[in-house]
Nanobody, 124 residues
Framework: QVQLVESGGGLVQAGGSLRLSCAAS????????MGWFRQAPGKEREFVGG????????TYADSVKGRFTISRDNAKNTVSLQMNSLKPEDTAVYYC?????????????????WGQGTQVTVSS
């Protein structure tokens, strides 16, 4: 079992950048496929991006492709989400999630482990 804790959220102006981190404990992130999701008020949780357990494959939602990048640091047991060119519509609570030894899934129900979320607010 793995425990996940997100950090790095905050308030940023449109066009700015933020870097979210997801720290894992209990198991190494290299044994999990990791996903990032977000949920805005009144909306369903949506897939942002994910990295396979091998680190070879990454997948992004069309809405963030070219702006967001997922990376993993096995030594620190963390997964990061670099967010550039932020837009007001990126405002949401961002969650990291993990699933065991499987490919990236875009549905939240495919992930067994979740962090508590971190708020990202982008002002116009």
């Amino acid at each position: 079992q793995v425990q996940l804790v997100e950090s790095g959220g905050g308030l940023v102006q449109a066009g700015g950048s933020l870097r979210l981190s997801c720290a894992a404990s209990g198991r190494t992130v290299s044994t999990y496929t990791m996903g990032w999701f977000r949920q805005a008020p009144g909306k369903e949780r949506e897939f942002v991006g994910g990295m396979s357990w091998s680190g070879v494959s990454t997948t992004y939602a069309d809405s963030v492709k070219g702006r967001f990048t997922i990376s993993r640091d096995n030594a620190k047991n963390t997964v990061s989400l670099q967010m550039n060119s932020l837009k007001p519509e990126d405002t949401a609570v961002y969650y990291c999630a993990a699933r065991v030894n499987m490919g990236v899934a875009t549905t939240s129900t495919a992930y067994a482990y979740w962090g508590q979320g971190t708020q990202v607010t982008v002002s116009s």
